[in-house]
């Protein structure tokens, strides 16, 4: 009996499939080639992408993740164009089309971190990172990322949540109440490992932090774009604890070694931190901290400081004229970087003393930022920025400073002044770095000059070498 014409034609596609089976070069790669090298070299968004190759493809993807779930996709902040000078770098797009681009993405982004994440087959997982500016209406699916990856014993978790473009959200997202984190990890056995946690733009208590320091054998605490009212910070493990804003803040931490704060003045207490070699001090704080606890010796850990970052505000730097000449000595500070706000009409060489303070410092970074106002100083500010001139003539024959970097270097009258002192400090100078900045095209051979100039106001036996970044 003959087949029906059905049957012919449903032997005829099966007999095509077969043949594009066997002509398919996907299906024939042996899984281990498949896995250790494509696979594993795909992102994760890439890996989610490009599995749509093969039904073989997508089930390997999904045992391939590995232990980091990282969800950051750059290609919506960034846009890849050419810069004035001809070259091609990646700078953040405008405002307006990052909005646009986030508005677009947000809701499928959300869908595909969650279907991820629910279907991660792995017993456990070392890292959750979340760089996308999700705010709290996507707080339902973020507390399910936070809680599957707590089960999994998560060691290190970063929402970094912070807003890109110009539209700024109405309410950011809240992390889980101490309530209700507590009832999170009642039935998670591994969350002890969390040894590392990052937050920006993320609404947090203070007592969900304080929890964390207590029962996690956190190492490094960082939390920015966001505000805390009281914060105690106390435990033998932690180690590096970065922090924006907080009105009171208590440290005793026996083992941190770096600390880096901007919040408010007067509003932080450290009661124990003998360890702490590594120091950062936002604007804010650095008008308490210079005068108070650094001027003053009101800060004891001050001498043991290897390395030493601030940022002077405008106020800040027309009242270093009239701070002591005479500073305390940093026996172990190693490297200082300074970055200074509102440059113009004023003296800025008050940092030599800082350099002569510290005998053994290596390597010397200052950053200038110009503010041009109509503002006129007074014979009283030009007194005693006369009288601080005079003193940093005498800031000479350093032995170990080897390295001094100027970024965003424009070439003004103040900076000239600093960079003619500051290469008569050391003997041992070996190299400048000059990292210029660019304003627009016009001044681009304008500012290449001057940063060419600064090659000449190096002592005639200077072995130094000048670097143009």
């Known amino acids: 009996m003959e087949p029906s014409s059905k049957e012919r034609h449903l032997q005829k596609c099966l ?44 089930k390997l993807w999904a045992d391939t993740i590995g232990s980091k779930l990282i969800f950051a996709p750059e290609h919506l902040r960034y846009t890849n164009i050419n810069d004035s000078l001809g070259q091609t770098r990646f700078w953040l797009g405008s405002r307006k089309s990052v909005d646009d681009r986030i508005d677009r993405f947000k809701a499928s982004f959300e869908c595909w971190i969650s279907n991820v994440v629910q279907a991660y087959a792995m017993p456990r997982v070392d890292e959750l990172t979340v760089q996308f500016p999700f705010d709290f209406s996507n707080r339902e699916s973020i507390d399910m990322w936070v809680d599957c990856a707590f089960k999994k014993g998560v060691s290190r978790l970063e929402l970094a949540l912070h807003y890109w473009g110009k539209k700024i959200p109405d309410e950011i997202y809240c992390f889980p109440e101490i309530d209700k984190f507590r009832g999170m990890l009642a039935n998670c056995d591994g969350f002890y490992n969390l040894r590392e946690v990052v937050l920006s733009g993320v609404d947090v208590s203070s007592q969900v932090i304080e929890f964390m320091l207590a029962h996690f054998p956190l190492e490094r605490l960082c939390i920015s774009d966001t505000y805390i009212d009281t914060l105690s910070v106390s435990g033998d493990g932690l180690k590096i604890l970065k922090l924006d804003e907080c009105d009171s803040l208590k440290i005793s931490a026996s083992n941190l070694m770096s600390l880096t704060y901007a919040g408010s003045e007067n509003s932080v207490f450290f009661e124990h931190v003998p360890n702490l070699s590594d120091l950062s001090v936002g604007e804010k704080f650095c008008a308490t901290f210079l005068p ?178």
Not at 22 to 37: M, Q, T, W
Not at 313 to 337: A, D, G, H, I
Not at 427 to 456: F, K, M
Request: charged share 25%.
């Open 292 to 469: 108070t606890g650094f001027l003053n010796g009101g800060y004891t850990y001050i001498s043991r400081l290897k390395r030493l970052e601030f940022v002077m505000s405008r106020k800040v730097l027309r009242e270093s004229v009239n701070y002591p000449l005479e500073l305390p000595v940093t026996p172990n500070l190693e490297e200082l970087k300074i970055e200074i706000y509102g440059v113009q009409d004023a003296c800025c060489l008050w940092p030599l003393l800082l350099i002569k303070a510290a005998p053994i410092l290596c390597k010397f970074s200052v950053k200038l930022h110009y503010h041009f106002s109509k503002e006129i100083p007074s014979q009283i500010y030009n007194a005693a920025a006369q009288r601080m001139r005079e003193a940093a003539k005498t800031v000479r024959h350093h032995q170990y400073l080897k390295t001094i970097e100027l970024v965003d270097y424009f070439g003004e009258a103040e900076e000239w002044e600093l960079v003619q002192h500051l290469f008569g400090v050391s003997e041992v100078l070996e190299q400048v770095i000059v990292s210029p900045i660019y304003l627009d095209r016009l001044c681009i051979s304008v500012i290449n000059g001057r940063a060419q100039a600064v090659a000449t106001l190096l002592p005639p036996n200077s072995k130094a070498k000048l670097i143009i970044l």
């Open 15 to 58: 007999c095509q499939a077969k043949r594009v089976k066997e002509d398919d070069p996907f299906s024939r790669l042996p899984d281990e080639l498949i896995v250790s090298h494509i696979l594993s070299r795909f992102s994760l968004e890439e890996g989610a992408r490009y599995n749509i190759l093969s039904r073989r493809w997508k």
